[in-house]
Nanobody, 122 residues
Framework: QVQLVESGGGLVQAGGSLRLSCAVS????????MGWFRQAPGKERELIAI???????DYTDSVKGRFTISRDNAKNTVYLQMNSLKPEDTAVYYC????????????????WGQGTQVTVSS
């Protein structure tokens, strides 16, 4: 099994920054692909950032240039650096993991974190 624990959410003003962390424990060899999803009120959960095979990354268009996903294997932690935050970034953010990135792309990861709330005020 794999456990994912997010931290770093909170309230921030528009234009500000936050860094989310996802601590990974357990069978970490099953987490080749890691991603961040978010779900805003009344909307479906969406994949916004993904990393796999050590260094490959991809982002949804709405966060490109503002968010950065990174992974520190020595600390078994995945980060999401969020800059230039906008009110529309307000959502619950979820860390997710899978053996292959395809499972993240189709929205069915092998493992989910519990989520952390990010609220951006205007």
């Amino acid at each position: 099994q794999v456990q994912l624990v997010e931290s770093g959410g909170g309230l921030v003003q528009a234009g500000g920054s936050l860094r989310l962390s996802c601590a990974v424990s357990g069978r970490t060899f099953r987490t080749n692909a890691m991603g961040w999803f978010r779900q805003a009120p009344g909307k479906e959960r969406e994949l916004i950032a993904i990393t796999w095979n050590g260094s490959i990354t991809d982002y949804t268009d709405s966060v490109k240039g503002r968010f950065t996903i990174s992974r520190d294997n020595a600390k078994n932690t995945v980060y999401l650096q969020m800059n230039s935050l906008k009110p529309e970034d307000t959502a619950v953010y979820y860390c997710a993991a899978a053996l292959v990135p395809e499972r993240l792309w189709v929205g069915v990861p092998d493992y989910w974190g519990q989520g952390t709330q990010v609220t951006v005020s205007s």
